[in-house]
């Protein structure tokens, strides 16, 4: 019962009970076993768990997260004989703070997050929340040049915005030839969810992976990040279509 004292610091919006320690754990087990799959076996698999992670800092977790999965699950590649480069795709409608935390002073690992501008306020804080150890600027890159923000306006829809900055992403991701692609793949852009107002489709989400496995292949390991409307299917729908390229 006194497991989710570990975690102390959690804040900001984010509550515990006396499962959340080991469902993050568990989370964290998934998204290494997705690791092992693309390095090991050429086969992406997409580690379905909650809570989500890309929120949580190294010492404490924020936003519903508890445990960084994504950044753990990339540092853990960069222990594998075969890798000496790692990327990270973030496509959670919300900048993931914690991963750029947590990666900003390892320069084998490149981290890209396209988000909702943040200065609109319907993220809910500001760029200078003391508790974000990193900002959602574009013009925070970190200090060693290895984090890429894109920030995009209210209403960016997949031919009007968000094509052109997954490309800027891949670019960035790119340049440092990674042997291994993490994808925290949030679905909060969907039209359907109202915790962000981008306005993604279900069917963007195949478009998103036809992309990156064009660039990439089946070196990829994903997890689930944020995405809240299950109520009407959308959140399924987005899911089943982004992991269709690699089935």
Same mark, same amino acid.
């Given at each position: 019962?006194? +497991?989710?004292?570990?975690?102390?610091? %959690?804040?900001? @919006?984010?509550?515990?009970? #006396?499962?959340?320690?080991?469902?993050?754990?568990?989370?964290?087990?998934d998204w290494?076993?997705?690791?092992?799959?693309?390095? #090991?076996?050429?086969?992406?698999?997409?580690?379905? %768990? +909650?809570?989500?992670?890309?929120?949580?800092?190294?010492?404490?977790?924020?936003?519903?997260?508890?445990?960084?999965?994504?950044?753990?699950?990339? %540092?853990?590649?960069?222990? =594998?004989?075969?890798?000496?480069?790692?990327?990270?795709?973030?496509?959670?409608?919300?900048?993931?703070?914690?991963?750029?935390?947590?990666?900003?002073?390892?320069?084998?690992? @490149?981290?890209?997050?396209?988000?909702?501008?943040?200065?609109?306020?319907?993220?809910?804080?500001?760029?200078?929340?003391?508790?974000?150890?990193?900002? &959602?600027?574009?013009d925070d890159? !970190?200090?060693?040049?290895?984090? #890429?923000?894109?920030?995009?306006?209210? !209403?960016?829809?997949?031919?009007?915005?968000?094509?052109? &900055?997954l490309e @800027?992403?891949?670019?960035?991701?790119?340049?440092?030839?990674?042997?291994?692609?993490?994808? &925290?793949? !949030?679905?909060?852009?969907?039209?359907?969810?109202?915790?962000?107002?981008? @306005?993604? =489709?279900?069917?963007?989400?195949? +478009?998103?992976?036809?992309?990156?496995? +064009?660039?990439?292949?089946?070196? %990829?390991?994903?997890?689930?990040?944020?995405?809240?409307?299950? =109520?009407?299917?959308?959140?399924?729908?987005?899911?089943?279509?982004?992991?269709?390229?690699?089935?």
């Open positions: 019962a006194d +497991r989710p004292m570990r975690l102390n610091p %959690v804040y900001s @919006r984010t509550l515990i009970d #006396q499962h959340s320690y080991d469902a993050a754990l568990n989370a964290v087990a290494m076993e997705s690791v092992d799959s693309a390095l #090991q076996d050429d086969k992406p698999k997409f580690a379905l %768990v +909650r809570p989500p992670g890309h929120h949580a800092c190294r010492s404490k977790g924020m936003g519903g997260c508890l445990l960084n999965s994504a950044a753990i699950a990339a %540092v853990y590649a960069l222990d =594998q004989p075969t890798v000496k480069s790692v990327a990270i795709l973030d496509i959670d409608a919300h900048h993931g703070n914690g991963i750029a935390h947590c990666i900003q002073d390892i320069p084998e690992i @490149r981290y890209c997050s396209i988000h909702e501008d943040a200065s609109s306020g319907f993220l809910g804080r500001s760029r200078d929340d003391p508790e974000d150890p990193r900002s &959602a600027s574009s890159t !970190g200090p060693l040049g290895n984090i #890429q923000n894109i920030n995009l306006p209210s !209403g960016t829809t997949w031919e009007n915005g968000y094509r052109d &900055a @800027r992403a891949v670019a960035f991701l790119s340049e440092q030839d990674p042997d291994i692609l993490l994808v &925290a793949a !949030g679905f909060d852009a969907l039209d359907a969810d109202l915790t962000s107002k981008l @306005r993604l =489709q279900p069917s963007d989400f195949k +478009r998103i992976a036809d992309t990156l496995k +064009r660039e990439f292949g089946t070196r %990829v390991a994903m997890g689930l990040e944020g995405g809240y409307c299950w =109520q009407g299917g959308e959140l399924s729908e987005g899911i089943l279509c982004f992991v269709e390229p690699w089935r």
